[in-house]
Nanobody, 121 residues
């Protein structure tokens, strides 16, 4: 069992930066792939990116590639999403997830409660 709690969301102007954090609890945290998803109003939840359990492989959705960076610290049970050059279309609730790598992406077995990111134009 893994519990996930996100933090760091907020309101930022277009072009700005935010860093989201995800605190995980559970003894087997380091064995899971970790990732971030987001859901904008009226839209389905979409994949943002994921990082393998060893932090050796990272994959991003095309919409955020080059602007977002995922990292993890297994010793601290933490996962981070650094977001730069934010755009209004990045506005969404961002969810941390723990799960399994499937192909280039991942399937989530556990979800956090989400944190709101709002990018103003």
């Amino acid at each position: 069992q893994v519990q996930l709690v996100e933090s760091g969301g907020g309101l930022v102007q277009a072009g700005g930066s935010l860093r989201l954090s995800c605190a995980a609890s559970g003894r087997t945290f380091s064995t899971y792939a970790m990732g971030w998803f987001r859901q904008a109003p009226g839209k389905e939840r979409e994949f943002v990116g994921r990082i393998s359990w060893s932090a050796g492989v990272v994959y991003y959705a095309d919409s955020v590639k080059g602007r977002f960076t995922i990292s993890r610290d297994n010793a601290k049970n933490m996962v981070y999403l650094s977001m730069n050059s934010l755009k209004p279309e990045d506005t969404a609730v961002y969810y941390c997830a723990a799960g399994r790598v499937v192909g280039l992406r991942m399937v989530a077995d556990y979800w956090g409660q989400g944190t709101q990111v709002t990018v103003s134009s």
